[in-house]
Nanobody
Framework: QVQLVESGGGLVQPGGSLRLSCSAS????????MAWYRQAPGRQRELVAS???????NYADSVKGRFTISRDNAKNTVYLQMNSLKPEDTAVYYC???????????????WGQGTQVTVSS
């Protein structure tokens, strides 16, 4: 059993910052790519940022220069630092991770329950 638990969401004014965290726990052998997605009301879920096992990161054009993804492999945790937040960043943010539970096993895509981020004055 593997669980991803997000935290750090909330209400923030435009121009403010938030830091999201997502920790994986349970029967984990190895974690491969980790990523953050978001889904606004009435819209499809979209990729915000992703980070493979190395240090390279990929970002949606809408968040480049404002958001930073990072990970602490020792803690099985991925972070999303969000700066200069805009009302259009309002959404439920989800983390996902490709996790193998046994040596040589096929990684499976696990998801967290989501955390609400609201940017409003």
């Amino acid at each position: 059993q593997v669980q991803l638990v997000e935290s750090g969401g909330g209400l923030v004014q435009p121009g403010g910052s938030l830091r999201l965290s997502c920790s994986a726990s349970g029967s984990i052998f190895s974690i491969f790519a980790m990523a953050w997605y978001r889904q606004a009301p009435g819209r499809q879920r979209e990729l915000v940022a992703s980070m493979p096992t190395g240090t390279n990161a990929n970002y949606a054009d809408s968040v480049k220069g404002r958001f930073t993804i990072s990970r602490d492999n020792a803690k099985n945790t991925v972070y999303l630092q969000m700066n200069s937040l805009k009302p259009e960043d309002t959404a439920v943010y989800y983390c996902s991770a490709d996790i193998a539970t046994v040596r040589g096993g096929v990684p499976y895509d696990y998801w967290g329950q989501g955390t609400q981020v609201t940017v409003s004055s």
